[in-house]
């Protein structure tokens, strides 16, 4: 499979003296936590994509200065703000794509599932106001557990009857953007050519990277592939702990999320060659969600890839089989959630 957009950066501004114009196909995207430390880097990442038409920020603090601030660069994009509740049916109406870093972050020892009980609850409410305004937009779940926050949205759809698994997506791209930058960097290749596949989860040993799957093809040693699979999988605890209480990744992620936005913007617009790893239903493995690479089309998923899990090495074998029993108890804890909410 040729891999178009996941070892390509986001298309940069080409000129930046000179106004983009509107391409024919352009669509409207919702951020729901857009004030925060990945909404703001991420807005102004996805506010340079010539693809969209309209960029509507949505938080419960105060968005109207970054709307303002925003709307002044000279790319197609309509900024508009919305804050409070009584404003997110009408941030929601029409758009084709919603992503949400609502929630708050990690500070140094925790786990993201202590993060489970705030966060929760504001996916629930969430999702809940996209099935009503937006029932069929692309949903982009960034928010922490993102192993239970995408059964709890799953759930909430389902209980809406909106839910279409095909359009539900936990974004899991800064797993793929690290393993990316470490192998890279360890094997003194050129960033540009490198893509990891990275399956599982999003959370410690739930996050796996298929070392055995790098292009260009490239070898370790037992001792290379044991120190990236812990630095790739500690990769959000490296930064947890760097910012000493000051929060969790947030530019990382921004650049991150922007490109599995502009991903799934090409996919809406027709582009057939459309590849991203990410946190989806899936007949995979005996786990009803599971991150791996996917197909993405105008529809959502249009195939999940399943060769990437032939011929695993005995350490990535014995890792998918560890991987399980917490994964499964984190997608059962944010359903058992979601099904018990009135
Ligand atoms: P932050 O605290 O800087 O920002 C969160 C924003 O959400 C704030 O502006 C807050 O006002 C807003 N918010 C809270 N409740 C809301 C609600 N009900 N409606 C709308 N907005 C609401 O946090 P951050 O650093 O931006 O991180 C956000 C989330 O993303 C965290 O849960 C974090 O763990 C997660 N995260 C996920 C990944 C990933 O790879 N998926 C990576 C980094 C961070
Ligand atoms: C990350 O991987 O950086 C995020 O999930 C944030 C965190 O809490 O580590």
């Keep these: ?22 391409q024919a196909s ?24 010539p693809l969209i038409s309209a960029l509507h920020l949505y938080d ?44 708050i972050p990690r500070k ?29 937009a692309f949903i982009n779940i960034i928010s922490n557990p993102v192993n239970s926050t995408v059964p709890i949205a799953a759930e909430i759809l389902k209980k809406k009857g909106v839910y279409d698994p095909k359009k ?27 893509d990891v596949p990275v399956v599982g989860g999003h959370s410690g040993i739930t996050i796996l990277p298929l070392l055995s799957k790098v292009r260009p093809s490239v070898t370790f040693t037992e001792e290379e ?31 991150a999320a922007a490109r599995f936005v502009e991903s799934s913007l090409r996919a809406l617009d027709g582009d057939g060659d459309v590849y991203e790893c990410a946190f989806v239903q899936s007949e ?17 998923v249009e195939a999940v890839i399943s060769s990437d899990l032939l011929g695993l090495t005995e350490f990535e074998a014995k890792a998918l089989e560890a991987l399980k029993p917490e994964l499964r108890a984190s997608i059962e804890k944010g359903a058992k959630f979601a099904q018990k909410q009135e």
């Excluded at 899991?172 to 690290?178: A, G, M, S």
């Excluded at 699979?229 to 992620?253: F, P």
């Design 225 to 255: 592939v044991e120190e990236l699979t812990v630095r790739i999988q500690n990769g959000g605890t490296e930064v947890v702990e760097a910012k000493a209480g000051g929060g969790s990744a947030t530019l990382s992620m921004a650049y």
């Design 1 to 22: 499979l040729r891999q178009s957009v996941t070892s390509r950066a986001i298309a940069p501004v080409k000129d930046s003296m000179q106004p983009l114009q509107p």
């Design 60 to 103: 419960i603090a105060n968005v109207k200065g970054i709307a303002a601030d925003l709307s002044h660069c000279n790319t197609p994009a309509q900024v508009l703000d919305f804050t409070s509740p009584a404003e997110l049916g009408n941030c929601l109406k029409g758009v084709d794509l919603v992503v949400i870093p609502a929630g």
């Design 284 to 300: 995979l493995t005996d786990l009803p969600f599971f991150a791996s690479r996917v197909k993405i089309g105008r529809k959502g």
């Design 108 to 136: 140094p020892g925790m786990t993201r599932d202590d993060l489970f009980t705030i966060n929760a609850n504001i996916v629930k409410s969430l999702v809940a106001a996209v099935a009503d305004h937006a029932p069929h």
């Design 168 to 194: 539900l997506f936990g974004v899991t791209t800064l797993d793929v953007v690290r393993a990316n930058t470490f192998v890279a960097q360890k094997k003194n290749l050129r960033l540009i050519d490198v």
């Design 26 to 49: 352009t669509f409207k995207v919702a951020i729901l936590g857009a004030a925060g430390g990945i909404g703001q880097p991420l807005s102004l990442l996805i506010k340079m994509s």
